[in-house]
């Protein structure tokens, strides 16, 4: 597969936009890491701490968190999986998914999700979706033993470290995991050293798709917008770049397609963080 899957204009011209930049921000998880098994074990947990089956792979539940900034994170997600288990109930697993996986690989994914919840949810499935999002106010996913379900990701750790070298250490991995202790764990699990973070900028106070955390990190690196670009895996990281007012880049190695990312307005795609990487040192 060509490192580069998509671009706005002329491949060519977006690599050299890419090069020129002074500074990156960085996403965490589906650039640096792959925490699919980890959020597929928390929201089973969550289903099966209500006494509830939860009847999706962890393909399934990965990618609904690509389609759009809305359903990255918090009830959404939630409310979209009961919507779907009332949908499909009598379905085997199996065709279940295929089926979840239609409407997310669905041009107008956010569109259909928003009716579907409209159509099979209500007040109450909201209190629940509460629930099962909050159901134990984070400590498995915080804790040291579920950095078992944290996979690096290939090439990315060489590719970071080209980068920040490139970019003479203006790179921050900025990242929705809020708590330092658990982006160091899911680093660590990425194959970093303490030593070698040290390179990077980690800001874990994002609030994506609110560009305020970018926006105090350009500033800490005196880097103006048209100088910057943003990595990421999911719309939610678009739609922050774009709301940043500098370039979107992103990568096919996480939860979003490339019809979720090219919808969301990137400006380039590229097949992983190591592709990236690659094609700029060209």
Known sequence: ???????????????????????????????????????????????????????????????????????????????????????????????????????????????????????????????????????????????????????????????LMGLAELYQGRIAILTNTHARDTVLRDLSAGGFSRAELSSFTIVCDAKKPNPESFDRTMQKFSVDRQDAGYIGDAAIDITMAARAGVTAVGVLSGMGSLKDLVRSGADVVAKDLQGLYTSIRR
């Open 1 to 159: 597969m060509q490192n580069i899957i998509y671009s706005k204009g002329r491949r060519q011209d977006a690599l050299e936009l890419i090069a020129a930049k002074k500074m990156f921000g960085v996403d965490k998880d589906g650039v640096i890491v792959d925490p699919s098994e980890l959020i597929y074990m928390n929201r089973r947990k969550g289903y099966e701490w209500y006494g509830m089956e939860f009847t999706y792979d962890s393909r399934t539940n990965y990618a609904l968190g690509g389609v759009s900034a809305r359903y990255n994170g918090g009830i959404m997600p939630i409310l979209a999986l009961l919507a779907f288990d009332r949908m499909y109930s009598q379905l085997d697993t199996e065709v279940r998914n295929d089926k979840v996986m239609d409407i997310l690989n669905d041009v107008d994914a956010e569109a259909k999700l928003d009716s579907i919840i409209a159509r099979h949810t209500d007040a109450r499935d909201v209190d629940l979706a509460k629930d099962i999002y909050s159901w134990d106010n984070g400590s498995f996913f915080n804790s040291a033993e579920a950095a078992q379900y944290v996979r690096p990701l290939p090439g990315a750790k060489d590719a």
